[in-house]
Antibody, heavy 122, light 107 residues
Framework: EVQLLESGGDLVQPGGSLRLSCAASGFTFSSYAMNWVRQAPGKGLEWVSAISGSGGGTYYADSVKGRFTISRDNSKNTLYLQMNSLRAEDTAVYYC???????????????WGQGTLVTVSS | DIQMTQSPSSLSASVGDRVTITCRASQSISSYLNWYQQKPGKPPKLLIYGASSLQSGVPSGFSGSGSGTDFILTISSLQPEDSATYYCQQSYSTPLTFGGGTKVEIK
């Protein structure tokens, strides 16, 4: 069974940093692109970032470019999101989502984690 | 960026009704359009990928159609468990973008 389990969400002050993790199981992790998608309280879904199966390609939404870094450790079947210079508008539930293919384009998100809450507030 | 516009933003229908939700892309995305269902407090669940392919395990009452810029999600006979918010998403180009969502309620 494919499973994704996020962790690392917390309350952090504006300007602070946080690292999210997503532990994957039940599939060949390195064969699939992975994504982070967020959802602010009461709002819709926003794609944040993607990384190719090999880790050689990374992609970001303009809203986080230069502040967030996506990475993966295929030996540990784990996806990461390093978030720096956090702002109040980054407050959201962050989901990791598996792409159907090796790259994020032309692919749907066929499996999602339960999400981890990041709150940016003083 | 490709903008995805869903309509309506919400609807209320009776059990057994046929429900349609529309999604329009700001430019052609071929058939790279996916539909998700999200219930409160839960992650989204993939329903339809590639505009019209039914994800494994999804009831056959859900169907998708369209290509280019205009797409439709159809629920052929609304059931109580279909009460949820539905999102379309394009995977044609980065940044990947979602529609604003359609909240479906049962009368």
């Amino acid at each position: 069974e494919v499973q994704l389990l996020e962790s690392g969400g917390d309350l952090v002050q504006p300007g602070g940093s946080l690292r999210l993790s997503c532990a994957a199981s039940g599939f060949t992790f390195s064969s699939y692109a992975m994504n982070w998608v967020r959802q602010a309280p009461g709002k819709g879904l926003e794609w944040v970032s993607a990384i190719s199966g090999s880790g050689g390609g990374t992609y970001y939404a303009d809203s986080v470019k230069g502040r967030f870094t996506i990475s993966r450790d295929n030996s540990k079947n784990t996806l990461y999101l390093q978030m720096n210079s956090l702002r109040a508008e980054d407050t959201a539930v962050y989901y990791c989502a598996k792409s159907r293919g090796k790259v994020h384009l032309r692919a749907d998100f066929d499996c999602w984690g339960q999400g981890t809450l990041v709150t940016v507030s003083s | 960026d490709i903008q995805m516009t869903q309509s309506p933003s919400s609807l209320s229908a009776s059990v057994g009704d046929r429900v349609t939700i529309t999604c329009r892309a700001s430019q052609s995305i071929s058939s790279y359009l996916n539909w998700y269902q999200q219930k409160p407090g839960k992650p989204p669940k993939l329903l339809i990928y590639g505009a019209s392919s039914l994800q494994s395990g999804v009831p056959s009452g859900f169907s998708g159609s369209g290509s280019g810029t205009d797409f439709i999600l159809t629920i052929s006979s609304l059931q109580p468990e279909d009460s949820a918010t539905y999102y379309c998403q394009q995977s044609y180009s980065t940044p990947l973008t979602f529609g604003g969502g359609t909240k479906v309620e049962i009368k």
